[in-house]
Every structure is written in structure tokens, then in C-alpha cells.
């Protein structure tokens, strides 16, 4: 599956993005879908991912609890990840990634998006 992130920009503390990620898969129900960022001199870390399951099960990091929503729509082949309350530590390149019929949402995911560029001035 290939995937392609969108909808990254900048945007003041406080603002809001959402980003956008399109999967060229006809079975994207099957893959658990997840979103990742890596700040400048950092590692890559989790964001929040969402579950392949009927359930729809949403996980999220700490640092974005309560602030980012991830969601799907299995018709579009896309998943979304809502992001509001911004701060200048959630700048970072995001990614989009996918894993077939993945229970780990933090990790294991075999395909990656190219990234999109979020910057949050203060």
C-alpha cells in the first residue's frame, strides 16, 4: 500500500490543522492506520493511530491526549488526524503509516507515507 500525507502548513499556537492521509489500497479496512512525527534532532515518535477492527479502538501519546483526534473513513481510503490547541512542540515533519490487520499501535507498521511539514509559531 502506498500512502500520502497532506494538509501540513503553519499555523500560530492555538490553531488548528488537519491533516490527511490517502491509501492506494482497495482493502484499507484491513490496515490499522497510524500517525507518527519527528521533530528536528528527535526520533520519530507515536501520535495516535486507529484500529482496523469494527471498533474503530483509537490510542493517542500523552503529549496530544485530549488536543488530536484520529479518524477514518474506510470509503475514501483515508484517515485523518484532527489537531487543535497546537503548541510550538507539536512542530515536527508528520507521518501517516500502515500496518495489515496490525493489533500494535505503536509500532511494527511496514508502510510509511512521505510526510507532511506542520511548523506552530508561539
Known amino acids: 500500500v502506498q500512502l500520502q500525507a497532506s494538509g501540513g502548513g503553519l499555523v500560530q499556537a492555538g490553531g488548528s490543522l488537519r491533516l490527511s492521509c490517502a491509501a492506494s489500497?482497495?482493502?484499507?479496512?484491513?490496515?490499522?492506520m497510524g500517525w507518527f512525527r519527528q521533530a528536528p534532532g528527535k526520533e520519530r515518535e507515536f501520535v495516535a493511530a486507529i484500529s482496523w477492527r469494527s471498533s474503530g479502538k483509537t490510542s493517542y501519546a500523552d503529549s496530544v491526549k485530549g488536543r488530536f483526534t484520529i479518524s477514518r473513513d474506510n470509503a475514501k481510503n483515508m484517515a485523518y488526524l484532527q489537531m487543535t490547541s497546537l503548541k510550538p512542540e507539536d512542530t515536527a515533519v508528520y507521518y501517516c503509516?500502515?500496518?495489515?490487520?496490525?493489533?500494535?499501535?505503536?509500532?511494527?507498521?511496514?508502510?510509511w507515507g512521505q510526510g507532511t511539514q506542520v511548523t506552530v509559531s508561539s
Open positions: 503509516a500502515a500496518a495489515l490487520y496490525s493489533d500494535y499501535e505503536k509500532s511494527r507498521y511496514p508502510h
Open positions: 489500497t482497495r482493502t484499507f479496512n484491513t490496515y490499522t
